[in-house]
């Protein structure tokens, strides 16, 4: 069982940054690969980033290139998204995801990003 809490949400002008964390619980937290999604309000969740279990191999969505950084700290049991050179539509609900193999992954409850033209 993992247990996943996201912070760092909050109001931002464009062209502003936020870094979001992801803190998950239990001693297994290396082998996962962890995941950003977002969903903004009347859409479906998409895919931000994600990064795999040793924090060596990422990848984004095509629109988040250039100005969003996935990391991870297995140390401190945390993933992280740096968000920089917001605009209006990355609002949205931004969600951690932890996945393990086939398994049914676990999500957390998101944290809200508002960003201000």
């Known amino acids: 069982q993992v247990q996943l809490l996201e912070s760092g949400g909050g109001l931002v002008q464009t062209g502003g940054s936020l870094r979001l964390s992801c803190a998950a619980s239990?001693?297994?937290?290396?082998?996962?690969?962890m995941s950003w999604y977002r969903q903004a309000q009347g859409k479906e969740r998409g895919f931000v980033a994600a990064?795999?279990?040793?924090?060596?191999?990422?990848n984004y969505a095509d629109s988040m290139k250039g100005r969003f950084t996935i990391s991870r700290d297995n140390g401190k049991n945390t993933v992280y998204l740096q968000m920089n050179y917001l605009k209006p539509e990355d609002t949205a609900v931004y969600y951690c995801?932890?996945?393990?193999?086939?398994?049914?992954?676990?999500w957390g409850q998101g944290t809200q990003v508002t960003v201000s033209s």
């Open positions: 990064i795999d279990s040793a924090g060596g191999t990422t």
């Open positions: 239990g001693r297994t937290f290396s082998s996962y690969v």
């Open positions: 995801k932890a996945m393990y193999g086939f398994n049914e992954p676990y």
